[in-house]
């Protein structure tokens, strides 16, 4: 059965505080050729990699990787709530393989994600439940994280076990590219802070709000640069969309954790996602990269990217 794939960034800062009509249209146009290429595809499954930002996933137990049976959207941001249309026997099944090979992924009967998910979900194809899913969080946020590598044979896992679910799967990864969000940090946060990180669920709105509002005033200072959050960094962006779209993915295999922070700033790890998208990808075989958007758009605070993958016939 043929597999695809469509990696994206995600901001929340999308409709809250909005860069030029231009490129609004642009990135909206990007947009659309994701959709159309999807539903061409006609997805039977998607398989969805994505990260957290301390609102389903909290250091209570904080696992690197887990695989959800069952999941339900916070609706942060706006973004839609409620149960995702998991397809639970396909979780399974992923899950059996990917531990078999060797890959200690957790798994969860009720996985609670954010905007991560939600909001790739409803942008690729128009709401959460629209698609049959299984989601697949990766950490990328809360130190202590692990090398790149292992997001690399978890992706191969999840594909190789994907092949076999004989089922048309698209692989997306929801994430990046370079970009320093004002997400609070563990080790520097003030005690109330190191609490809501540890056991943050359920929010009040004031408080969802607050947080909401610190992340839109920053898009609004990054863009006007006055922000102290790092530099988007285009050249990084476009050098890691180059080398995904070359198929010799293992060469990541050597940044460093401390090397992606320096480039392009604390939640470049989320191009986690896109790492396992693609070698998901790989493990059908070659691919060929069929679109790629890229700008910067600090309004957003995003390395903002689109691309799209199909395997390649051999
Ligand atoms: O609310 C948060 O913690 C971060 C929100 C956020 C902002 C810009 C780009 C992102 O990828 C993102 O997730
Ligand atoms: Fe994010």
Not at 11 to 29: C, F, K
Not at 211 to 232: K, S
Not at 283 to 302: D, H, L, M, Q
């Amino acid at each position: 059965m043929p597999v695809a794939l469509c990696t994206m960034s995600h901001s929340p800062l999308m409709g809250r505080n909005d860069p030029a009509q231009t490129v609004i249209d642009d990135v909206d146009a990007a947009f659309e050729n994701a959709r159309t290429f999807i539903a061409d595809f006609a997805p039977d499954l998607i398989v969805i990699f994505a990260p957290d930002h301390y609102n389903g996933v909290y250091y209570d137990l904080m696992p690197p990787f887990c695989i959800g049976a069952a999941a339900q959207s916070v609706g942060d941001y706006g973004t839609e709530s409620g149960p995702l249309n998991v397809d639970r026997d396909a979780a399974y099944a992923l899950a059996r393989e990917v531990l078999a090979s060797g890959v200690d992924v957790a798994f969860s009967e009720r996985m609670h994600v954010d905007h991560g998910f939600a909001q790739a979900l409803q942008l690729l194809v128009g709401s959460i439940t629209a698609v049959p899913t299984v989601p697949i969080f990766i950490n990328s946020v809360a130190e202590p994280l692990g090398p790149v590598s292992r997001v690399r044979l978890l992706g191969e896992a999840v594909g190789r076990a994907a092949a076999n679910l004989n089922k048309r799967v698209l692989f997306v990864g929801s994430g990046g590219l370079s970009h320093d969000p004002p997400v609070p940090q563990f080790a520097t946060a003030p005690a109330e802070v190191k609490e809501k990180l540890i056991d943050g669920r359920n929010p009040t709105e004031a408080e969802r709000n607050a947080r909401e509002q610190r992340v839109i005033d920053a898009g609004r200072d990054f863009a006007a640069g006055v922000a102290t959050i790092a530099p988007l960094n285009p050249h990084w962006d476009r050098n890691l969309l180059d080398v995904l779209a070359s198929g010799e993915i293992e060469q990541i295999d050597s940044w460093t954790n401390e090397w992606f922070v320096e480039q392009a700033g604390h939640s470049s790890h989320e191009v986690r996602t896109w790492i396992a998208a693609y070698a998901a990808m790989s493990a059908a075989g070659k691919y060929r990269v069929t679109s790629t958007f890229y700008r910067e758009i600090p309004e957003w605070i995003a390395g903002f990217g689109i691309s799209t993958a199909v395997a390649v016939d051999e």
